[in-house]
């Protein structure tokens, strides 16, 4: 196999090398930035009349639960059931934010993209199994 690096002339091949290594390093800084971005990233879903309010980290784990006086006025099987409906929908709305993120930075579409989701689904997934929660 012929390498096109030997056939240019030093200067030219030496420009090549280069450029290769800022598309590199453009790369890389990219997918750091996509990394720190999603590390970031924050959900907050509220059931419908928004008596539940509930904010998720960057794992998918609840940081804050807000609960409206009108828990008060229902059954307490009413709100254990709203307090999970909400939980699962900060989640998605993470996933989602997720989603953008790395689309925005290194394209969804592109091999680090799909690492970085994989990563991340990975770690949302893992709060579906028993014994996560």
């Given at each position: 196999m012929d390498n096109p690096l030997l056939s240019l002339d030093p200067e030219d091949a030496m420009?090549?090398?280069?450029?290769?290594k800022a598309r590199a390093?453009?790369?890389?800084?990219?997918?750091?930035?996509?990394?720190?971005?999603?590390?970031?990233?924050?959900?907050?879903?509220?059931?419908?009349?928004?008596?539940?309010t509930i904010t998720v980290d960057a794992d998918g784990m609840m940081t804050k639960i807000e609960l409206s006086h009108r828990v008060q006025k229902q059954s307490a099987h009413f709100?254990?059931?709203?307090?999970?409906e909400v939980y699962r929908k900060a989640q998605a709305k993470l996933a989602e934010a997720a989603k953008e993120v790395v689309a925005d930075s290194v394209g969804s579409g592109s091999a680090t993209g799909k690492a970085l989701m994989a990563g991340y689904e990975r770690r949302l997934e893992r709060l579906d199994e028993p014994g996560e929660r």
């Open positions: 420009r090549r090398v280069e450029d290769w390093d453009a790369a890389a800084a990219n997918a750091l930035a996509a990394s720190e971005r999603l590390q970031a990233l924050t959900a907050t879903a509220s059931d419908d009349n928004g008596t539940v709100t254990e059931d709203a307090v999970m």
